[in-house]
């Protein structure tokens, strides 16, 4: 057994970013080495080579490992939708529809399927970094516990609890999760990671010293505050209401923070151009009208997000938007989002039904039981591009005539409307290579820099890796993971 799971103090405290840091460092040490998270919560997903899904972060980590996606990196995962309920997907597809409370009944049933999964991933590799969910320190969801203890004693896997100092009260936090767990939940931990620290490490060395002394756990290090993590896709949506910059010069890309979003990462490429600001518009804003290009973004409940869309009065800014010239770019949910009819005969995000979309785009979609998940390439606005489907329900109409893509393995797909300025696409990750990015600036007058995105994250994981080696004490933690420590 080669294991070695991080788990926090509370959410965002930086797991999932270390998760991959980790498993960069180890690869570059020519360990095989494969991520794993037993149940997490996202809207962001990927498609795997086996056909499923698994949660955006797992995809990160293992691009960090430099290993193919897999289901069983992530063989639960939850998907919240509009009312209340999540999408229960095990083992990369969907199992139904689950309330909280009956998943957090049902969940005890679903850790042999969980333990499956880590047990196939162990036997292909020398270690496995395990990213726990939320906290251990929320005791009053213990029972039946498959994200963090519960998970860590059926696999008798080493803990390392992360705590957060950029937000305040990390020894407090830290120490705090230490009196509240059960002891033999608490014996499971065997060191600490301070994470995200600013500033003169020195400062903190009578601190450091006190989460020892208080707790009984070593230290394994502080990493600092890493510009290079900018560079990473989140997982979290919570990090999309910190972006808030404007900057008049460049070319102003809107994309209105739905509930629901999902997939939000598909706008990172966007983000790093020089040319292009980003705008992530919270709720109760407007949507610049100075802005270019609107996106509406994939989500995972789209009709009810189509009416939060109404409730913003971001409907009438659109409209108004493509009115004075402007472009729309609908991708997954937002482009169900912009045909004239969103059909819902089944009740599959609610009640049976139907709402009038945007009408931007002549089509009409209808939601069925099948989803669709598969991986596509082809070529769009006359250059190629790779990238993921993930959706369900199916989109057709005078619009899709003039479709925004031809795939190389189906055709056409999509839909552009008869002005040229709205386009509706059910490819994520489109805009991650240069071509097809730049053919899409150029259309709002901005210049592409021609970057691939893919070798931006790549470097970013190697300089995250770098740190890692440096404020880590990583020849322990490798060492703890192999029973050693």
């Known amino acids: 057994m080669a294991g070695l799971m991080l788990q926090g103090t509370g959410s965002d405290v930086g797991k999932s970013v270390l998760v991959a840091g980790l498993c960069r460092a180890s690869a570059n040490r020519g360990l095989k080495v494969l991520p794993f998270k037993p149940q997490n919560m996202s809207n962001n997903a990927a498609v795997t080579a086996d056909g499923g899904e698994i949660g955006r972060a797992q995809a990160l980590q293992a691009l960090a490992a430099r290993a193919e996606l897999h289901t069983d990196m992530n063989p639960v995962l939850l998907k919240p939708e509009a009312d209340h309920t999540s999408q229960l997907v095990v083992h990369g597809k969907v199992r139904g529809r689950l309330g909280a409370s009956g998943f957090r009944e049902g969940r005890r049933s679903l850790l042999p399927e969980v333990l499956e999964s880590w047990s196939r991933l162990e036997a292909r590799c020398d270690l496995v970094v395990i990213e726990g969910a939320g906290s251990p320190a ?50 499971m931990i065997r060191g600490f990671i301070v994470n995200k620290f600013r500033g003169d490490r020195a400062l903190f060395a009578d601190g450091y010293a006190a989460i020892e002394q208080l707790s009984g756990w070593p230290g394994l290090g502080v990493v600092p505050w890493l510009p290079c993590i900018a560079s990473l896709p989140s997982e979290d949506a919570v990090v999309l209401e910190r972006d808030r910059r404007r900057d008049a010069a460049r070319r102003l890309v809107a994309c209105p923070m739905l509930p629901r979003i999902a997939n939000f990462d598909d706008l990172d490429p966007l ?25 509406l973004p994939g989500t995972k409940a789209t009709a009810a997000d189509l009416a939060f869309v109404r409730e913003q009065g971001w409907d009438i800014d659109i409209l108004h938007h493509h009115r004075r010239g402007g472009m729309v770019l609908g991708i997954c949910g937002g482009y169900q989002m912009l045909g004239r009819e969103l059909a819902d005969p089944l009740g599959i995000e609610g009640a049976p039904g139907g709402c009038a979309g945007l009408g931007l785009l002549d089509v009409r979609t209808e939601l069925g039981p099948r989803k669709a998940l598969r991986r596509v390439s082809g070529i769009a606005l006359g250059a190629r591009f790779d990238g993921y489907e993930m959706h369900m329900g199916t989109t057709a109409g005078p619009d899709c005539a003039r479709p925004f893509a031809q795939l190389d393995d189906r055709g056409a797909e999509g839909a552009v409307s008869a002005d040229g300025r709205v386009i509706g696409t059910y490819c994520h990750g489109l805009l991650g290579g240069p071509a097809l990015r730049a053919r899409l600036l150029q259309r709002i007058a901005a210049r592409s820099d021609g970057h691939d995105h893919a070798r931006l994250v790549d470097a970013a994981l190697d300089q995250l890796a770098d740190a890692l080696e440096k404020h880590l004490d990583l020849e322990r933690m490798i060492a703890l993971a192999r029973g050693r420590a």
């Open 271 to 295: 983000r790093s151009e020089p040319e292009v600001e980003l705008v992530m518009v919270p709720p109760g804003q407007q949507i610049p009208l100075a802005a270019d290009l609107v996106v």
């Open 138 to 187: 929320e005791i009053n969801l213990r029972a039946g516990d498959i994200a963090n203890m519960g998970f860590a004693r059926a696999a008798q896997v080493p803990v390392v609890l992360v705590g957060d100092i950029d937000r305040g009260g990390v020894i407090a936090s830290l120490v705090g999760t230490r009196a509240v767990l059960d002891p033999a939940d608490a014996a």
